[in-house]
């Protein structure tokens, strides 16, 4: 039994230094240089070299984490379905939010699903447009745009656990798909078991799709209105998300920034969320009371 507290991470300091140097100013003049197309051949290869160069970085003393019983496709790794998530949950159920939290942890994680052929170094890599990992690395690696290498090894650096140095624990959140697929199914079943009216599986669902709510949300919590992370309003944002709010950016910033402004007048929090959930709804689905 894997002690959760004590599963082996990245070192922190040491995983920012190997990216800051996978990630040289643009004036420096060395994007798209030697050092990053290696990174890329050893993503493109699968090879322990790769996991090999990540471990260099420096891991803290525990013990290994543990990791899926089958192997993920690159499209459900890269944008988890609702069974991965499931995996994902079930797989990392034991693992504190506050190491959840951390791009060291998933980096971590994603070496040791490497190593044992769970996912490939390459699904790191996969466009947004639907080329795969291993023929986005072939064709950059082909060329000479220094922009297009240097945006292939970034996306393989988020998605291996997050780039630090341009959200900080943000990017856990926010760029690596596991991460964020974790966060998403904690969210959903703590809406669903606050409220107990809507699946898991449709409130994750409406935390998916559009994609704008999940960042908003987490920009929320984490950066900007952080009373968004309170327990008592956070699953009840959730739920009106399921009950059909914020469908456009706009109306999510504004049912966001309400209840900013509502909590510096009124103590929401306090209030609990059968509470929360009946004057958002009222203010944004023109509920006479909470469903």
């Not at 990630?23 to 290869?45: C, I, M, N, T, V």
């Not at 060291?104 to 996969?126: D, S």
């Not at 009216?197 to 952080?226: H, N």
């Amino acid at each position: 039994m894997v002690d959760p507290l004590y599963v082996e991470t990245v070192d922190r300091s040491g995983l920012e230094q190997g990216q800051r140097a996978l990630l040289p100013k643009r004036e420096s003049g060395l994007r798209g240089g030697d050092r990053q197309r290696e990174f890329l051949r050893l993503a493109a290869r699968d090879s322990q070299g790769f996991c090999e160069l990540v471990r260099a970085w420096g891991i803290k003393p525990g013990e290994k984490p543990p990791i899926p019983e089958r192997r993920l496709s690159e499209k459900e790794f890269v944008d988890p379905p609702w069974s991965t998530e499931c995996v994902v949950a079930e797989t990392w159920a034991g693992l504190p939010p506050s190491l959840a939290a951390r791009p060291e942890t998933w980096t971590r994680i994603h070496v040791e699903m490497i190593e044992h052929g769970l996912i490939k170094g390459a699904h790191l890599a996969r466009n947004g447009n639907g080329e795969s990992g291993r023929a986005r690395i072939a064709r950059v690696l082909r060329g000479t745009d220094a922009k297009q290498i240097d945006d292939c090894v970034r996306t393989v650096l988020r998605r291996l656990g997050g780039v630090i140095e341009a959200r900080a624990n943000r990017t856990a959140f926010l760029d690596c798909p596991l991460a964020r697929a974790w966060w998403r199914h904690r969210y959903a079943l703590e809406a669903h078991e606050t409220f107990g009216q809507t699946s898991i599986a449709t409130l994750s669902a409406a935390l998916r799709r559009p994609a704008f709510r999940w960042s908003a949300l987490v920009e929320a919590m984490v950066s900007k209105l952080t009373i968004i992370g309170d327990r008592a309003i956070r699953p009840a944002l959730v739920q009106c998300l399921a009950d059909g709010a914020g469908r456009t950016t706009q109306e999510m910033t504004n049912m966001l920034s309400w209840v900013g402004r509502r909590s510096t007048v009124q103590a929401l929090g306090a209030l609990g969320p059968e509470y929360v959930l009946q004057v958002v709804s009222e203010q944004f689905l023109g509920a006479t009371e909470a469903k």
